[in-house]
Every structure is written in C-alpha cells, then in structure tokens.
C-alpha cells in the first residue's frame, strides 16, 4: 500500500527514457518530502558512471525520487547515497536472506546484485540544493540477457511474484526515516548502519585497479564516500567509484 499526502507527489508512466530525465523534465507540483517519478519501461535506464540498466516491460521497479534535503553541505552529500541504500537494502530483506550493500550503493542478495542507484545531487553554494536518487530494484524479471555477471530478482530469492507497488511503499516508507537521520545531522549513526550492512565487511577478498588484482579487507568508508581498503601487506589505498573492481566469482 502507497500511502501518498502532501509530502509525497507521484509521477506514473508506461514508457519513458529514464525516470530521471522524466523528473528533471518535470515542472508541476512537488511533494514537501518527496517527487517520485515511475515507469513500466524505460528506453535509456543508466546505472552508475553511464551503464545501462536491463529491465523487462512491466517487471521490475525503475523510479527517480527528488529530495529536498535541509541543510545538507556538499561534503556531505554521501550521506544521501547511505540512505537510499539502507531503504532499498530494508525493502529487499523483507523478501530475501543474506542482504548487504555492495559499495557504494548497490544492492545484494547473496551474490547477486538486486538493484542499483544513479544519484545526482545540485548544489547551491555549500549545500545540496534537490538530490534525485535513480533507482532499480529487480522484482519480477527472471531471465536477464544483457551480459550482466550476477543479477538475481526478489521473484527468484522469494520464489514468487511480488507486488511492485508494495515494494514501491516499503521503500518510501524506509527512505522517510532514513532521511529525516539525514536532516536531523545523525550522520555518524546512519554510516555506522550503512557499515553494518557492508558487502565483504569482514574478511580478507580479491579486488583489481589500475596495477590489477590483490587481496585486501575493507578498512572503512570515508565520509565523502571513498572505499579505503587495507591491502594484504598492510597498505591502506582509498578509492573512488570505478577507481576499484570487486572480483566476485559467485563464492
């Protein structure tokens, strides 16, 4: 059940080029909290650093979310991406085991990976300004041909159809709370949860730059959001998105 008031404006479509460009375009009225925009298919869907996005007509969950966060400076803006994750990761535990963060904000079941966010932030002097949150969650797609290593859906973990739009209403239910941690300046409890819930948060796994593959065990995330990893040798190396490949090989 979505549960829609004055702090929430929902924006629907058969068919766009991606939500994001969908509510970039959009001009009408907007929610106190949120302007979500969604669509059964979208023609351009992106990923994080330009990737595409495979997604069935009808299958899955693809929606933008618009916030207006209060006081946010930029330097802070990962706080954002944290809790879009921790939304997204509640909403998937609740079908699915073994659920974790993937870096910076993908989702993971097991393995594989569930759903993923495109997030773009305008900033007005120090602070953020809007932050719109792309995100998509596989919910009923069960065949996936585009080449992707380990994409999985929430019909496959559960082994039944689930309904888009309660998936739709748990996350904006989740995303409110986490948010309003963001505008109450909780940041140090919000990132100690996103912790929490980190992918290979423990232990020591392969990884590959730009000098290729090494062993290393996640050492933290900084609060602008680089990966900082302790390599097998006791070096600590921080990294930005696409800086740092995870080699999975479907442990």
């Known amino acids: 059940m979505i549960e829609i008031n004055d702090d929430i404006k929902l924006i629907r479509a058969a068919e ?6 969908m509510l970039r375009r959009y001009g009408g009225e907007e929610g106190r909290l949120f302007t979500v925009a969604t669509a059964d298919y979208q023609t351009a869907g992106r990923g994080q650093a330009g990737n595409a996005w495979e997604s069935e007509p009808g ?33 998937v535990g609740a079908y699915a085991g073994e659920v974790s963060v993937k870096w910076p904000n993908d989702v993971y079941v097991g393995h594989g990976k569930v759903s993923g966010t495109l997030s773009e932030c305008d900033v007005s002097g120090r602070l953020i300004k809007t932050c719109t949150l792309g995100i998509g969650i596989n919910v009923n797609q069960r065949e996936f041909r585009s080449g992707a290593p380990n994409p999985v859906s929430l019909a496959q973990a559960a082994g039944c159809c689930i309904d888009r739009d309660e998936v739709l209403g748990m996350l904006l239910a989740r995303l409110r709370v986490y948010v309003a941690m963001v505008n109450a300046g ?66």
Do not use: C, W
């Not at 618009?66 to 809790?83: I, K, V, Y």
């Not at 609060?223 to 999975?248: A, C, H, M, N, W």
């Open 16 to 21: 766009t080029d991606s939500t994001n460009s």
């Open 59 to 91: 299958r899955n969950l693809l929606l933008s979310i618009r916030l207006h966060p209060q006081g946010l400076e930029a330097s802070r803006q990962f706080a954002l991406t944290e809790a879009g994750a921790l939304a997204v990761r509640d909403v």
């Open 186 to 251: 909780r940041y140090d409890r919000l990132h100690g949860l996103y912790m929490d819930v980190l992918y290979r948060r423990h232990g020591l796994f392969e990884y590959e730059d730009a000098s290729g593959r090494f062993m290393a065990e996640v050492e933290g995330v900084e609060p602008q959001g680089r990966l900082v990893l302790r390599r097998q040798d006791g070096r600590t190396v921080s990294y930005g998105l696409k800086e740092v490949k995870f080699i999975i090989n479907n442990q």
